[in-house]
């Protein structure tokens, strides 16, 4: 007659019978839900902490790339010297002939669009209230085509008057107290050039578009200008300050780093967008492996209650084993039942810890807003963290990274335990029954 097949039926009832005996028959349930409950909250904190730490990750990088270039191509500065008082002078590079540049850079291939832009710092003031600011003139079209920008739900006005005044963000709005329709004044150092040196330039514009970008320091640093005003604004007639390039994969933008500079030619210079936050993101990227490290941890602590609570199980069955043993049961049989015990703690509480998880992540917006309403605002500072909101953002990979991390270490801290069991001698447990 041929011996059962590991993990048979009856070695499955034998394991599930143990783990619901109670107290009185030699049982340990205490120790049974406080390792399934330990497992359920680490593997739901991991699995939270990872996608909110996934959404954050995700909502940064898009309201970069949502409000600006994915790379921007811009000349060197020039410096010359004053032959009447050696003084050296440094001027600021600019594209004169931006429009052939711009359909040379825009035709490349993989390049989405490109546009021509003029920057400059101001002071912008309306009444007593001032701000410092950092203007783009644009085209229309350029501004039209900023999803983070022209979002209905976050913006006012009309896009379609943007040739008539300026855009600014919600941030500057608030600061500044202003509204639709509401003058803005815009104060540039570099104005214009007189016998007796440069004076400020001071202009006024109409506020026709109001947005928020989604993140703090765009929405309360940057203004959007028709790209003719910003020219004559800026003294840059028939120039621009650079081309900001939008390619289709902005994962791999260095790949276009060396096309762009073949384009534009000698003194020619790229920054991308992860030249600009590489770093910060690659802080995240950091941060994400010691958090999952330390969460792993966590898990690793609850699972260990398993391996108390089979020791106190193999202690108060030494009869059962015994009797268990005569009847026919090896040792292989009894190592299994064991391990099944610990297997079964594992897999619910890790299910679980997937539901419970799952939930606190898909709900995270309404426990932050609750949060900050108890806390008065506190728990969320836009102004420290950069963004208004703290998403999550569910992946399968680090669902099943969680879950496979949690099955893993449950399966094997009943190892020992189990062992022992299994290596118990059935006369030693009968002796005195």
């Known amino acids: ?141 350029a501004l039209a085509a900023m999803p983070r920008i022209t979002d209905p739900a976050t913006s006012a006005g009309d896009l379609a008057n943007f040739d008539r005044g300026v855009a600014i963000g919600s941030g500057i709005a608030r600061e500044l107290n202003l509204g639709i329709g509401d003058k803005i004044k815009l104060i540039a150092p570099d104005g214009a050039k007189t016998a007796f040196g440069t004076t400020p330039r001071v202009n006024a514009y109409d506020v026709t578009y109001i947005f928020s970008a989604g993140r703090y320091d765009i929405d309360r640093t940057r203004i959007y200008m028709p790209l003719t005003e910003a020219q004559s604004y800026f003294n840059r007639e028939g120039a621009v300050d650079e081309i900001q390039v939008f390619v289709d994969d902005p994962e791999r933008v260095g790949d276009w780093t060396v096309p762009l500079l073949q384009t534009a030619g000698e003194g020619a210079l790229v920054w991308t967008w992860k030249d600009a936050s590489g770093s910060f993101l690659s802080a995240l990227d950091m941060e994400d492996d010691v958090m999952f490290v330390i969460l792993s941890v966590l898990v690793l602590i609850a699972s260990m209650n398993i391996t108390s609570g089979l020791i106190m199980l193999v202690k108060n069955k030494g009869r059962d084993i015994g009797i268990l043993r005569t009847m026919g049961l090896t040792e292989g049989a009894v190592l299994r039942v064991f391990i099944l015990c610990g297997a079964f703690t594992g897999v619910i509480g890790t299910m679980i810890g997937v539901l419970l998880g799952v939930l606190l992540a898909l709900n995270v917006d309404s426990i932050m807003a609750a949060l900050n309403a108890l806390t008065g605002g506190g728990a969320w500072q836009p102004e420290v963290r950069g963004i208004y909101r703290l998403p999550a953002d569910l992946r399968g990979w680090d669902i099943f990274r969680a879950v496979a991390l949690s099955l893993t270490l449950s399966f094997i801290v009943t190892i020992f335990p189990a062992r022992r069991a299994a290596r118990m001698n059935p006369v030693e447990a009968l002796r005195y029954e």
């Open 1 to 141: 007659m041929s011996s059962p097949a590991p993990f048979s039926r009856y070695e499955f009832m034998i394991a599930w019978r143990y783990l619901r005996a109670r107290r009185a028959e030699g049982g340990v349930s205490v120790m049974t839900w406080i390792s399934l409950i330990g497992i359920a909250l680490g593997v739901m904190a991991l699995i939270a902490t990872l996608a909110v730490r996934s959404g954050f990750r995700a909502e940064f990088v898009d309201t970069i790339l949502g409000a600006n270039a994915h790379t921007t191509l811009y000349m060197a500065s020039t410096s010359f010297t004053n032959e009447l008082t050696d003084e050296v002078y440094t001027q600021a590079g600019v594209i004169e002939d931006y429009d052939a540049m711009t359909a040379q850079v825009a035709a490349l291939p993989g390049v989405t669009r490109a546009d021509a832009v003029v920057k400059g710092q101001v002071m912008a003031t309306a009444g007593d209230s001032s701000n410092v600011a950092e203007v783009f003139g644009v085209s229309d079209a």
